[in-house]
Protein backbone atom coordinates (compact mmCIF):
# COMPACT_ATOMS: atom_id res chain seq x y z
CA UNK A 1 0.00 0.00 0.00
CA UNK A 2 0.92 3.68 -0.84
CA UNK A 3 3.05 4.68 2.48
CA UNK A 4 0.46 7.27 3.85
CA UNK A 5 2.25 9.59 6.24
CA UNK A 6 1.09 9.03 9.72
CA UNK A 7 1.22 12.99 11.76
CA UNK A 8 2.27 13.21 14.86
CA UNK A 9 0.42 14.48 17.85
CA UNK A 10 1.01 15.64 21.48
CA UNK A 11 -0.70 13.88 23.88
CA UNK A 12 -2.46 17.38 24.78
CA UNK A 13 -3.52 17.22 21.16
CA UNK A 14 -4.72 13.76 20.87
CA UNK A 15 -7.01 14.66 23.79
CA UNK A 16 -8.51 16.97 21.63
CA UNK A 17 -9.01 15.62 18.49
CA UNK A 18 -10.31 12.22 19.37
CA UNK A 19 -13.47 14.16 20.50
CA UNK A 20 -14.16 15.41 16.84
CA UNK A 21 -12.41 13.40 14.19
CA UNK A 22 -12.65 10.00 13.84
CA UNK A 23 -9.27 8.65 13.56
CA UNK A 24 -6.19 10.53 14.18
CA UNK A 25 -3.39 8.26 12.08
CA UNK A 26 -5.33 7.62 8.62
CA UNK A 27 -5.52 9.54 5.83
CA UNK A 28 -9.36 9.24 5.36
CA UNK A 29 -11.58 10.29 8.45
CA UNK A 30 -15.31 11.95 9.32
CA UNK A 31 -15.03 15.32 11.35
CA UNK A 32 -18.68 15.04 14.07
CA UNK A 33 -19.26 16.67 17.06
CA UNK A 34 -18.99 19.91 15.39
CA UNK A 35 -21.25 22.69 14.37
CA UNK A 36 -22.06 22.18 10.81
CA UNK A 37 -20.82 26.25 10.35
CA UNK A 38 -17.14 25.30 11.56
CA UNK A 39 -16.95 22.03 9.72
CA UNK A 40 -17.92 24.01 6.12
CA UNK A 41 -15.22 27.08 7.60
CA UNK A 42 -12.87 24.38 8.11
CA UNK A 43 -13.19 22.89 4.83
CA UNK A 44 -12.94 26.07 3.21
CA UNK A 45 -9.58 27.53 4.64
CA UNK A 46 -8.77 23.44 3.61
CA UNK A 47 -8.59 23.97 0.20
CA UNK A 48 -6.13 26.78 0.69
CA UNK A 49 -3.65 25.26 3.06
CA UNK A 50 -0.55 23.00 2.94
CA UNK A 51 -1.74 21.77 6.80
CA UNK A 52 -3.32 18.68 7.36
CA UNK A 53 -7.10 19.41 8.59
CA UNK A 54 -6.43 18.13 11.72
CA UNK A 55 -3.50 20.09 11.89
CA UNK A 56 -5.68 22.89 10.20
CA UNK A 57 -8.06 22.75 13.02
CA UNK A 58 -5.39 22.79 15.87
CA UNK A 59 -3.47 25.63 14.62
CA UNK A 60 -6.41 27.97 13.43
CA UNK A 61 -10.04 26.56 15.05
CA UNK A 62 -9.51 25.23 18.31
CA UNK A 63 -8.64 28.74 20.42
CA UNK A 64 -12.12 30.12 19.15
CA UNK A 65 -14.35 27.18 20.28
CA UNK A 66 -15.90 26.20 23.14
CA UNK A 67 -15.14 22.46 24.23
CA UNK A 68 -15.76 22.45 28.13
CA UNK A 69 -19.01 20.18 26.92
CA UNK A 70 -17.23 17.43 24.96
CA UNK A 71 -14.63 16.15 27.41
CA UNK A 72 -16.19 12.96 27.66
CA UNK A 73 -16.92 12.65 23.88
CA UNK A 74 -14.37 10.45 22.12
CA UNK A 75 -15.19 9.93 18.28
CA UNK A 76 -12.33 7.31 17.26
CA UNK A 77 -14.93 5.03 19.04
CA UNK A 78 -17.72 5.24 16.86
CA UNK A 79 -21.21 6.86 17.19
CA UNK A 80 -24.27 4.08 17.62
CA UNK A 81 -26.69 7.11 18.45
CA UNK A 82 -30.57 6.38 16.74
CA UNK A 83 -28.57 3.93 15.00
CA UNK A 84 -31.69 1.38 16.26
CA UNK A 85 -34.27 3.68 14.86
CA UNK A 86 -32.32 3.94 11.20
CA UNK A 87 -31.87 0.08 11.18
CA UNK A 88 -35.95 -0.42 11.40
CA UNK A 89 -37.06 2.59 8.40
CA UNK A 90 -34.11 2.09 6.38
CA UNK A 91 -32.87 -1.38 6.43
CA UNK A 92 -35.66 -3.35 7.19
CA UNK A 93 -38.51 -1.12 5.22
CA UNK A 94 -35.48 0.00 2.70
CA UNK A 95 -36.72 3.96 3.16
CA UNK A 96 -33.83 5.00 0.67
CA UNK A 97 -35.14 8.74 1.34
CA UNK A 98 -33.70 8.38 5.18
CA UNK A 99 -30.02 8.13 3.68
CA UNK A 100 -30.36 11.44 1.96
CA UNK A 101 -31.24 13.45 5.33
CA UNK A 102 -27.85 11.78 7.40
CA UNK A 103 -24.63 13.99 5.75
CA UNK A 104 -21.05 13.64 6.70
CA UNK A 105 -18.07 15.83 6.30
CA UNK A 106 -15.34 13.68 5.46
CA UNK A 107 -12.04 14.59 4.65
CA UNK A 108 -9.44 13.09 1.84
CA UNK A 109 -5.85 13.12 2.27
CA UNK A 110 -2.94 12.69 0.25
CA UNK A 111 -5.16 11.45 -2.77
CA UNK A 112 -3.36 11.22 -6.12
CA UNK A 113 -4.78 13.73 -9.11
CA UNK A 114 -6.84 10.69 -10.62
CA UNK A 115 -8.82 9.71 -7.04
CA UNK A 116 -9.87 13.26 -6.96
CA UNK A 117 -11.11 13.05 -10.21
CA UNK A 118 -13.23 10.08 -9.32
CA UNK A 119 -13.80 11.18 -5.96
CA UNK A 120 -15.48 14.18 -7.58
CA UNK A 121 -17.78 12.48 -9.95
CA UNK A 122 -21.08 12.37 -7.74
CA UNK A 123 -23.29 15.12 -8.15
CA UNK A 124 -25.05 15.12 -5.41
CA UNK A 125 -21.89 15.81 -3.38
CA UNK A 126 -19.97 19.18 -2.51
CA UNK A 127 -16.42 19.40 -2.39
CA UNK A 128 -13.14 21.42 -1.52
CA UNK A 129 -9.83 20.24 -3.21
CA UNK A 130 -6.64 22.21 -2.57
CA UNK A 131 -5.42 23.92 -5.12
CA UNK A 132 -2.68 23.68 -7.10
CA UNK A 133 -2.81 27.97 -7.45
CA UNK A 134 -2.26 28.50 -3.71
CA UNK A 135 -0.14 25.75 -2.65
CA UNK A 136 3.02 24.90 -3.90
CA UNK A 137 4.63 21.47 -4.23
CA UNK A 138 7.83 22.51 -4.13
CA UNK A 139 8.21 21.71 -0.08
CA UNK A 140 8.84 17.43 0.70
CA UNK A 141 6.43 15.56 3.12
CA UNK A 142 7.57 15.36 6.76
CA UNK A 143 8.76 11.69 5.75
CA UNK A 144 11.23 13.46 3.48
CA UNK A 145 9.39 12.72 0.24
CA UNK A 146 7.91 14.51 -2.48
CA UNK A 147 4.09 14.37 -2.58
CA UNK A 148 3.30 11.77 -5.43
CA UNK A 149 1.30 8.05 -5.25
CA UNK A 150 3.33 5.37 -4.92
CA UNK A 151 1.72 2.48 -6.52
CA UNK A 152 2.19 -1.05 -5.02
CA UNK A 153 2.53 -2.94 -7.78
CA UNK A 154 4.51 -0.55 -9.84
CA UNK A 155 7.10 -0.28 -7.06
CA UNK A 156 7.25 -3.90 -6.86
CA UNK A 157 7.91 -4.08 -11.13
CA UNK A 158 10.89 -3.79 -12.79
CA UNK A 159 9.48 0.29 -13.24
CA UNK A 160 9.76 0.71 -9.24
CA UNK A 161 13.58 2.38 -9.19
CA UNK A 162 12.61 4.08 -12.16
CA UNK A 163 9.30 5.50 -11.45
CA UNK A 164 10.71 7.10 -8.27
CA UNK A 165 12.87 8.28 -9.86
CA UNK A 166 11.14 9.88 -12.62
CA UNK A 167 8.41 11.48 -10.38
CA UNK A 168 11.41 13.07 -8.11
CA UNK A 169 12.91 14.48 -11.64
CA UNK A 170 9.56 16.32 -12.67
CA UNK A 171 9.06 17.71 -8.96
CA UNK A 172 12.33 18.99 -9.10
CA UNK A 173 12.00 20.42 -12.36
CA UNK A 174 8.94 22.06 -10.39
CA UNK A 175 11.18 23.34 -7.57
CA UNK A 176 13.93 24.38 -9.78
CA UNK A 177 11.06 26.68 -12.27
CA UNK A 178 8.81 27.99 -9.45
CA UNK A 179 11.33 30.79 -7.99
CA UNK A 180 12.81 31.58 -11.58
CA UNK A 181 8.97 31.90 -12.52
CA UNK A 182 8.54 33.84 -9.88
CA UNK A 183 11.37 36.78 -10.15
CA UNK A 184 10.66 37.28 -13.74
CA UNK A 185 6.88 37.76 -13.12
CA UNK A 186 7.83 40.47 -10.01
CA UNK A 187 10.46 42.51 -13.01
CA UNK A 188 7.32 41.99 -15.44
CA UNK A 189 4.81 43.46 -13.03
CA UNK A 190 6.18 45.64 -10.71
CA UNK A 191 4.40 46.49 -7.56
CA UNK A 192 2.00 49.57 -7.51
CA UNK A 193 1.70 51.72 -4.50
CA UNK A 194 -2.20 50.80 -4.21
CA UNK A 195 -1.36 47.21 -3.53
CA UNK A 196 0.14 46.12 -0.05
CA UNK A 197 2.93 44.02 0.42
CA UNK A 198 0.45 40.47 1.10
CA UNK A 199 -2.06 41.64 -2.21
CA UNK A 200 0.71 41.47 -4.00
CA UNK A 201 2.98 38.53 -3.07
CA UNK A 202 -0.35 36.41 -3.52
CA UNK A 203 -1.02 37.73 -6.77
CA UNK A 204 2.18 36.86 -8.08
CA UNK A 205 2.78 33.59 -6.02
CA UNK A 206 -0.55 32.84 -7.60
CA UNK A 207 0.23 33.08 -11.34
CA UNK A 208 3.88 31.61 -10.49
CA UNK A 209 2.07 28.73 -9.46
CA UNK A 210 -0.47 28.80 -12.18
CA UNK A 211 2.76 28.58 -14.82
CA UNK A 212 4.48 25.85 -13.44
CA UNK A 213 1.55 23.33 -12.54
CA UNK A 214 1.44 21.77 -15.75
CA UNK A 215 4.78 20.09 -14.54
CA UNK A 216 3.53 18.32 -11.74
CA UNK A 217 2.47 14.69 -12.39
CA UNK A 218 -1.12 13.49 -12.55
CA UNK A 219 0.17 10.88 -9.46
CA UNK A 220 0.45 14.22 -7.36
CA UNK A 221 -1.01 14.28 -4.50
CA UNK A 222 -4.29 16.42 -3.04
CA UNK A 223 -6.71 16.92 -0.07
CA UNK A 224 -10.10 17.01 -0.43
CA UNK A 225 -13.27 17.54 1.98
CA UNK A 226 -16.18 16.05 1.11
CA UNK A 227 -19.81 16.85 2.22
CA UNK A 228 -22.47 14.04 1.15
CA UNK A 229 -25.26 12.45 2.31
CA UNK A 230 -25.55 8.93 3.17
CA UNK A 231 -27.21 7.42 -0.04
CA UNK A 232 -24.55 9.70 -1.92
CA UNK A 233 -21.98 8.03 -0.71
CA UNK A 234 -23.31 4.54 -0.79
CA UNK A 235 -23.40 4.90 -4.78
CA UNK A 236 -19.31 6.41 -4.77
CA UNK A 237 -18.21 3.52 -2.95
CA UNK A 238 -19.77 1.36 -4.64
CA UNK A 239 -18.43 2.42 -8.45
CA UNK A 240 -14.91 3.14 -6.51
CA UNK A 241 -14.67 -0.39 -5.66
CA UNK A 242 -15.67 -1.47 -8.87
CA UNK A 243 -12.46 0.73 -10.43
CA UNK A 244 -9.85 -0.85 -12.18
CA UNK A 245 -6.92 1.44 -10.37
CA UNK A 246 -5.88 -0.28 -7.01
CA UNK A 247 -5.59 3.28 -5.25
CA UNK A 248 -9.77 3.90 -5.67
CA UNK A 249 -10.09 0.39 -4.20
CA UNK A 250 -8.11 0.55 -1.23
CA UNK A 251 -9.37 3.69 -0.81
CA UNK A 252 -12.92 2.97 -0.92
CA UNK A 253 -12.21 0.89 1.78
CA UNK A 254 -10.89 3.38 4.03
CA UNK A 255 -14.17 5.73 3.50
CA UNK A 256 -16.39 2.96 4.29
CA UNK A 257 -14.61 2.01 7.77
CA UNK A 258 -14.91 5.97 8.79
CA UNK A 259 -18.45 6.75 7.37
CA UNK A 260 -19.58 3.13 9.52
CA UNK A 261 -18.67 4.99 12.44
CA UNK A 262 -20.80 7.92 11.81
CA UNK A 263 -23.74 6.41 9.90
CA UNK A 264 -23.49 2.95 9.66
CA UNK A 265 -27.41 2.08 8.84
CA UNK A 266 -27.10 4.07 5.89
CA UNK A 267 -23.76 1.68 4.25
CA UNK A 268 -25.06 -1.64 5.53
CA UNK A 269 -25.95 -2.84 2.04
CA UNK A 270 -22.89 -2.10 0.37
CA UNK A 271 -21.41 -5.87 1.81
CA UNK A 272 -25.18 -7.89 1.05
CA UNK A 273 -24.61 -10.31 -1.35
CA UNK A 274 -27.69 -9.43 -3.70
CA UNK A 275 -27.64 -5.94 -3.16
CA UNK A 276 -24.19 -3.72 -2.79
CA UNK A 277 -21.49 -6.43 -3.89
CA UNK A 278 -23.87 -7.72 -6.64
CA UNK A 279 -24.23 -3.69 -7.73
CA UNK A 280 -20.17 -3.13 -8.02
CA UNK A 281 -19.80 -6.93 -9.81
CA UNK A 282 -22.12 -5.36 -12.54
CA UNK A 283 -20.48 -2.50 -13.08
CA UNK A 284 -16.98 -4.26 -13.29
CA UNK A 285 -18.49 -7.21 -15.62
CA UNK A 286 -20.32 -4.42 -17.56
CA UNK A 287 -17.05 -2.25 -18.26
CA UNK A 288 -14.92 -5.44 -19.00
CA UNK A 289 -17.73 -6.62 -21.38
CA UNK A 290 -17.96 -3.16 -23.64
CA UNK A 291 -13.80 -3.54 -23.70
CA UNK A 292 -13.92 -6.41 -25.22
CA UNK A 293 -16.32 -5.76 -27.42
CA UNK A 294 -14.87 -2.66 -28.58
CA UNK A 295 -11.88 -4.43 -29.76
CA UNK A 296 -13.85 -6.82 -31.76
CA UNK A 297 -15.75 -4.47 -33.54
CA UNK A 298 -13.00 -1.87 -34.02
CA UNK A 299 -8.94 -2.21 -35.73
CA UNK A 300 -7.68 0.75 -34.23
CA UNK A 301 -9.07 3.01 -30.72
CA UNK A 302 -6.53 5.88 -31.11
CA UNK A 303 -6.98 8.83 -33.23
CA UNK A 304 -4.24 11.55 -32.54
CA UNK A 305 -5.60 15.31 -32.84
CA UNK A 306 -2.66 17.32 -31.06
CA UNK A 307 -4.96 20.56 -31.14
CA UNK A 308 -6.61 22.12 -28.26
CA UNK A 309 -10.28 22.75 -29.27
CA UNK A 310 -13.78 23.09 -28.04
CA UNK A 311 -16.62 21.46 -30.57
CA UNK A 312 -20.08 22.03 -30.16
CA UNK A 313 -21.12 18.73 -30.85
CA UNK A 314 -25.62 18.54 -30.64
CA UNK A 315 -27.96 21.07 -30.19
CA UNK A 316 -31.20 21.35 -30.85
CA UNK A 317 -31.69 23.97 -33.75
CA UNK A 318 -35.33 24.70 -32.33
CA UNK A 319 -33.97 25.38 -28.69
CA UNK A 320 -34.83 28.90 -28.44
CA UNK A 321 -38.34 28.18 -29.19
CA UNK A 322 -38.90 25.79 -26.85
CA UNK A 323 -37.67 27.77 -24.13
CA UNK A 324 -40.26 30.55 -25.05
CA UNK A 325 -42.55 27.32 -24.94
CA UNK A 326 -41.22 26.50 -21.53
CA UNK A 327 -41.71 30.18 -19.94
CA UNK A 328 -45.08 30.38 -21.63
CA UNK A 329 -45.90 26.89 -20.19
CA UNK A 330 -45.66 27.96 -16.73
CA UNK A 331 -46.60 31.22 -16.56
CA UNK A 332 -50.16 30.22 -18.45
CA UNK A 333 -52.43 27.49 -17.63
CA UNK A 334 -52.68 26.42 -21.51
CA UNK A 335 -51.80 22.61 -22.54
CA UNK A 336 -48.27 22.34 -24.16
CA UNK A 337 -49.70 21.87 -27.42
CA UNK A 338 -51.46 25.31 -27.11
CA UNK A 339 -48.38 26.75 -25.73
CA UNK A 340 -46.42 26.21 -28.82
CA UNK A 341 -49.41 27.08 -31.16
CA UNK A 342 -48.75 30.79 -29.36
CA UNK A 343 -45.15 30.56 -29.57
CA UNK A 344 -45.22 29.74 -33.15
CA UNK A 345 -47.28 32.88 -34.04
CA UNK A 346 -44.88 35.43 -32.29
CA UNK A 347 -42.82 37.53 -34.47
CA UNK A 348 -39.12 38.27 -33.91
CA UNK A 349 -39.72 41.45 -32.31
CA UNK A 350 -42.17 39.70 -30.07
CA UNK A 351 -40.00 36.48 -28.93
CA UNK A 352 -37.33 39.42 -27.90
CA UNK A 353 -39.79 41.14 -25.77
CA UNK A 354 -40.52 37.93 -24.16
CA UNK A 355 -36.98 36.61 -23.77
CA UNK A 356 -36.12 39.88 -22.30
CA UNK A 357 -38.74 40.15 -20.09
CA UNK A 358 -37.61 36.36 -18.28
CA UNK A 359 -34.05 36.96 -18.28
CA UNK A 360 -35.23 39.87 -16.98
CA UNK A 361 -32.24 42.79 -15.44
CA UNK A 362 -29.62 40.80 -13.98
CA UNK A 363 -27.12 43.25 -11.41
CA UNK A 364 -24.55 40.00 -10.84
CA UNK A 365 -24.19 37.01 -12.71
CA UNK A 366 -25.43 35.39 -9.99
CA UNK A 367 -29.01 36.26 -11.43
CA UNK A 368 -29.94 33.85 -13.34
CA UNK A 369 -33.35 33.13 -15.06
CA UNK A 370 -35.53 30.39 -14.37
CA UNK A 371 -35.90 26.88 -15.44
CA UNK A 372 -37.47 27.15 -18.77
CA UNK A 373 -33.61 27.34 -19.64
CA UNK A 374 -33.22 23.39 -18.91
CA UNK A 375 -35.36 23.23 -21.64
CA UNK A 376 -32.49 23.10 -24.40
CA UNK A 377 -28.75 21.56 -24.02
CA UNK A 378 -25.64 21.55 -26.02
CA UNK A 379 -23.09 18.73 -26.00
CA UNK A 380 -19.42 20.01 -26.75
CA UNK A 381 -15.93 17.99 -26.83
CA UNK A 382 -13.15 19.40 -25.32
CA UNK A 383 -9.54 18.79 -25.48
CA UNK A 384 -7.75 20.52 -22.89
CA UNK A 385 -4.66 20.08 -20.35
CA UNK A 386 -5.42 18.02 -17.77
CA UNK A 387 -5.37 21.28 -15.24
CA UNK A 388 -8.28 22.60 -17.20
CA UNK A 389 -10.08 19.85 -17.00
CA UNK A 390 -9.84 19.48 -13.44
CA UNK A 391 -11.36 23.21 -12.98
CA UNK A 392 -14.12 22.40 -15.33
CA UNK A 393 -14.65 18.49 -13.93
CA UNK A 394 -15.98 20.01 -10.86
CA UNK A 395 -18.89 21.09 -12.14
CA UNK A 396 -21.75 18.26 -11.50
CA UNK A 397 -24.95 19.63 -13.00
CA UNK A 398 -24.10 18.62 -16.11
CA UNK A 399 -22.78 15.01 -18.01
CA UNK A 400 -19.49 14.60 -18.02
CA UNK A 401 -17.26 11.49 -19.68
CA UNK A 402 -13.44 11.54 -19.85
CA UNK A 403 -11.46 9.41 -21.60
CA UNK A 404 -8.28 8.07 -20.09
CA UNK A 405 -5.48 10.63 -19.30
CA UNK A 406 -2.58 9.87 -21.86
CA UNK A 407 0.39 11.96 -23.60
CA UNK A 408 -0.91 10.98 -27.05
CA UNK A 409 -2.61 14.53 -27.42
CA UNK A 410 0.49 16.31 -26.90
CA UNK A 411 0.70 19.18 -24.17
CA UNK A 412 0.14 22.94 -23.92
CA UNK A 413 3.32 25.13 -22.70
CA UNK A 414 1.71 28.71 -20.85
CA UNK A 415 2.68 31.84 -23.07
CA UNK A 416 4.44 32.99 -20.00
CA UNK A 417 6.58 30.10 -19.79
CA UNK A 418 7.95 30.80 -23.37
CA UNK A 419 8.38 34.32 -22.33
CA UNK A 420 10.38 34.10 -19.30
CA UNK A 421 12.66 31.66 -21.53
CA UNK A 422 12.01 28.46 -19.46
CA UNK A 423 10.47 26.55 -22.51
CA UNK A 424 13.19 24.46 -22.75
CA UNK A 425 13.49 23.11 -19.19
CA UNK A 426 9.73 23.05 -19.01
CA UNK A 427 9.62 20.81 -22.23
CA UNK A 428 12.30 18.76 -21.66
CA UNK A 429 10.52 17.23 -18.39
CA UNK A 430 7.28 17.06 -20.24
CA UNK A 431 9.25 14.81 -22.40
CA UNK A 432 10.49 12.80 -19.87
CA UNK A 433 7.06 12.11 -18.67
CA UNK A 434 5.81 10.99 -21.93
CA UNK A 435 8.73 8.38 -22.60
CA UNK A 436 7.70 6.57 -19.31
CA UNK A 437 4.26 6.97 -20.07
CA UNK A 438 4.51 4.71 -22.79
CA UNK A 439 7.21 2.22 -21.45
CA UNK A 440 4.82 2.05 -18.42
CA UNK A 441 1.56 1.37 -20.77
CA UNK A 442 2.74 -2.04 -21.68
CA UNK A 443 2.42 -3.64 -18.18
CA UNK A 444 0.13 -1.42 -16.26
CA UNK A 445 -2.00 0.55 -18.82
CA UNK A 446 -3.94 2.08 -15.88
CA UNK A 447 -1.50 3.17 -13.20
CA UNK A 448 0.52 4.51 -16.38
CA UNK A 449 -1.55 7.62 -15.93
CA UNK A 450 0.17 8.46 -12.63
CA UNK A 451 3.54 9.66 -15.04
CA UNK A 452 1.58 11.87 -16.99
CA UNK A 453 2.34 15.58 -16.31
CA UNK A 454 -0.51 18.38 -16.16
CA UNK A 455 -0.19 19.96 -18.94
CA UNK A 456 -0.97 16.92 -21.45
CA UNK A 457 -4.25 17.07 -23.18
CA UNK A 458 -6.90 15.53 -22.48
CA UNK A 459 -10.54 15.15 -24.37
CA UNK A 460 -13.54 14.93 -22.89
CA UNK A 461 -17.39 15.96 -23.45
CA UNK A 462 -19.82 18.02 -21.36
CA UNK A 463 -23.47 18.16 -21.88
CA UNK A 464 -25.54 20.74 -20.16
CA UNK A 465 -28.51 22.43 -20.40
CA UNK A 466 -28.46 26.35 -21.46
CA UNK A 467 -28.98 27.44 -17.73
CA UNK A 468 -25.91 25.17 -16.49
CA UNK A 469 -23.93 26.91 -19.40
CA UNK A 470 -24.83 30.51 -18.10
CA UNK A 471 -23.45 29.33 -14.43
CA UNK A 472 -20.27 27.63 -16.31
CA UNK A 473 -19.52 30.50 -19.26
CA UNK A 474 -19.68 33.17 -16.70
CA UNK A 475 -18.32 31.73 -13.99
CA UNK A 476 -14.80 30.66 -15.45
CA UNK A 477 -14.63 33.40 -17.98
CA UNK A 478 -14.21 35.87 -14.84
CA UNK A 479 -10.74 37.82 -15.22
CA UNK A 480 -9.22 36.19 -12.05
CA UNK A 481 -9.86 32.50 -13.63
CA UNK A 482 -6.79 30.53 -15.22
CA UNK A 483 -6.28 31.09 -19.25
CA UNK A 484 -6.46 28.05 -20.55
CA UNK A 485 -10.02 27.46 -19.22
CA UNK A 486 -11.08 31.37 -19.86
CA UNK A 487 -10.30 30.26 -23.38
CA UNK A 488 -12.92 27.44 -23.13
CA UNK A 489 -15.68 29.68 -21.82
CA UNK A 490 -15.64 32.29 -24.65
CA UNK A 491 -15.10 29.45 -26.97
CA UNK A 492 -18.15 27.92 -26.03
CA UNK A 493 -20.45 30.83 -25.61
CA UNK A 494 -19.36 32.05 -29.52
CA UNK A 495 -20.34 28.36 -30.40
CA UNK A 496 -23.98 29.08 -29.09
CA UNK A 497 -24.37 32.11 -30.73
CA UNK A 498 -23.08 31.20 -34.12
CA UNK A 499 -23.32 27.50 -34.55
CA UNK A 500 -26.23 26.95 -32.54
CA UNK A 501 -28.06 30.15 -33.78
CA UNK A 502 -29.21 30.74 -30.11
CA UNK A 503 -28.12 34.58 -30.15
CA UNK A 504 -31.02 35.17 -27.72
CA UNK A 505 -29.73 32.46 -24.85
CA UNK A 506 -25.60 33.75 -26.09
CA UNK A 507 -26.87 37.47 -25.60
CA UNK A 508 -28.38 36.76 -21.90
CA UNK A 509 -24.93 35.33 -20.51
CA UNK A 510 -24.24 39.48 -19.87
CA UNK A 511 -21.79 38.27 -17.78
CA UNK A 512 -19.23 36.82 -19.87
CA UNK A 513 -16.07 38.52 -19.61
CA UNK A 514 -13.85 39.02 -22.26
CA UNK A 515 -11.14 41.82 -20.26
CA UNK A 516 -7.34 40.97 -20.69
CA UNK A 517 -5.96 40.83 -17.37
CA UNK A 518 -1.92 40.47 -16.31
CA UNK A 519 -2.17 39.39 -12.74
CA UNK A 520 -5.15 36.98 -13.00
CA UNK A 521 -5.76 37.25 -9.29
CA UNK A 522 -4.89 40.50 -7.93
CA UNK A 523 -8.68 42.18 -8.02
CA UNK A 524 -9.63 38.88 -6.27
CA UNK A 525 -6.80 39.52 -3.56
CA UNK A 526 -7.62 43.32 -3.49
CA UNK A 527 -11.27 42.68 -2.58
CA UNK A 528 -10.19 39.91 0.11
CA UNK A 529 -7.99 42.69 1.61
CA UNK A 530 -10.68 45.54 1.58
CA UNK A 531 -12.90 42.33 3.79
CA UNK A 532 -10.50 41.42 5.82
CA UNK A 533 -9.86 45.79 6.86
CA UNK A 534 -13.60 45.96 7.23
CA UNK A 535 -13.75 43.19 9.39
CA UNK A 536 -10.80 44.16 11.87
CA UNK A 537 -12.63 47.86 11.82
Request: glycine share 6%; net charge negative; hydrophobic share 40%.
Amino acid sequence: MHPYVVEQFTDAEVAVLRRYFTNLDGPVFALVNLPDVVKGALFARYSRSSKSLRRLFLDEFVGDLDMTGDISVDATVGLDRADDLYQKIFYEYGDDSVAQLGGVHLACEQASNILTKVLERGRLMSYLEQSTRYLGYDRRLENGLYRYYRDHDVLESKFGARYVGEMDRMFDTYQQLLPQMTEFLSKKFPKTPEDTDFVYRQAIRAKALDAVRGLLPASALSNLGIYASGQAYEALLLRMRAHPLPEVRQYSQMMLEELRKVIPSFLKRIDVPERGLAWSHYLEESRGATREIMTSLFDDLQTVEPDEHVRLLAFDPEGETRVLEAIVFANTSLSHHDVAQRVASLDETRRDALMTAYVGERHNRRHRPGRAFERTDYRFELVTDYGAFRDLQRHRLLTIEWQPLTVDLGYDVPEIIVEAGLAPVYEESLARSAEFYYDLRSEFPDQAQYAVALAFRIRYVMQMNAREAMHLIELRSGPQGHPSYRRVAHEMVRLIREEAGHQRIADSMSYVDYSETDLERLEAERAAERNRAKRDY
